[in-house]
């Protein structure tokens, strides 16, 4: 008995094309939308985290700012009234240096060298 090519089992071009092209779609729709997706939420949450730390930070750094003027009594009076803003200066200042070597310097990796 002769096999009939064009069967129901048997596609033709047209359909194997287009089969070919939802398959190449859907691949490329997994490889490339869904990690770029995946990096925008990353993204958005450190965007996010890095304001609210950036706020926190100059709200801690005022708040030391008031400590040192009002609670230290006579101690920063006259003409060393510039000190409690120094000081302030100093902290926010070593607090962005540690920062800046943390995004210079590469993570250490568990049980190995750099």
Not at 33 to 62: D, E, H, M, N, T
């Amino acid at each position: 008995m002769a096999q009939n090519p064009t069967g129901p089992d048997r596609q033709g071009i047209p359909e194997l094309g287009r089969g070919l092209w939802d398959l190449v779609v859907g691949y490329l729709k997994q490889e490339t939308l869904q990690p770029v997706k995946a990096l925008g939420r990353y993204v958005a949450f450190g965007a996010a985290g890095s304001v609210l730390g950036g706020i926190g930070l100059v709200l801690v750094i005022l708040a030391v700012l008031r400590v040192l003027q009002e609670d230290t009594g006579s101690t920063f009076a006259g003409a060393h009234s510039w000190m409690p803003y120094a000081v302030c200066a100093v902290v926010a200042l070593a607090v962005v240096s540690l920062a800046a070597l943390r995004i210079v310097r590469p993570a250490r990796t568990p049980g190995g060298s750099k």
